[in-house]
């Protein structure tokens, strides 16, 4: 069945350090894949998409690239700050549901 | 302004006891999803719906029920078979486009808890 593996965390980063999250997908077919943020006590939020190979998602400074070859969508950010401190998530569309990787913890300390 | 409304934003429950979480939605989706998290977890699939009158189990849906009588609503009900219902309760839906569903946006989530 389909599935998302993150890196675990938590992702440690001093403020305007480099983000890197990494993430793979199995799944068949084409899905779309996706990153979500989860603040504390709230629920998922759309961080950013890509629907076919090569596309690249980006928004609020965070970019992830479709990379069929290699399976994977890693979310990248080149300065972060204090505020993007949050639970991070990959997820792909399947015939049923989302599916979502277990989440990556981000503290940026300032 | 359009979304998803989780009532409430937390719940107490004794053994024993049912309770049921409120999901309602006005962006005229026809998916509607319940997905469980737990302390540093992913999101675990309880139950889905893709129209009305239909319903789905997903991948952990022992000891939990739901009723999709109207294309806005989507209650989950955890009974007292849930042996461990404490979690917090996260409802999502999404618009079906062609073969697979697209992005799905979020309640802001019930924190269920057992006392």
């Known amino acids: 069945g389909d599935s998302v593996t993150q890196m675990e965390g938590p992702v440690t980063l001093s403020e305007e350090a480099f983000l890197t999250i990494n993430c793979t997908y199995t799944?068949?077919?084409?899905?779309?894949l996706f990153w979500y943020v989860q603040y504390p006590g709230e629920g998922l939020q759309l961080l950013l998409k890509?629907?076919?190979?090569?596309d690249k998602g980006s928004n609020k400074g965070f970019e992830a690239t479709y990379r069929k070859e290699t399976t994977s969508f890693h979310l990248e950010k080149g300065s972060v700050q204090v505020s993007d401190s949050a639970v991070y998530f990959c997820?792909?569309?399947?015939?049923?549901?989302?599916?979502f990787g277990s989440g990556t913890r981000l503290q940026v300390q300032p | 302004d359009g979304g998803i409304t989780q009532s409430p934003k937390y719940l107490f429950r004794k053994e024993g006891q049912n309770v049921t979480l409120s999901c309602e939605q006005n962006?005229?989706?026809?998916?509607m999803y319940w997905y469980r998290q737990d302390p540093g977890q992913g999101l675990r699939l309880i139950y889905y719906?893709?129209?009305?009158?239909?319903?789905q189990k997903g991948d952990i849906a022992e000891g939990y029920s739901v009723s999709r009588e109207k294309k806005e609503s989507f209650p989950l009900t955890v009974t007292s078979a849930q042996k461990n219902p404490t979690a917090f309760y996260l409802c999502?839906?999404?618009?079906?486009?062609?073969?697979?569903?697209?992005?799905?946006?979020f309640g802001q989530g019930t924190r269920l808890t057992v006392v």
């Open positions: 997820a792909l569309t399947g015939r049923r549901a989302l599916t």
């Open positions: 890509a629907t076919k190979a090569d």
């Open positions: 999502a839906s999404s618009s079906i486009g062609g073969r697979e569903n697209t992005e799905a946006f």
């Open positions: 719906s893709q129209i009305v009158n239909d319903f």
């Open positions: 799944a068949t077919g084409y899905p779309s």
């Open positions: 962006l005229n989706h026809d998916a």
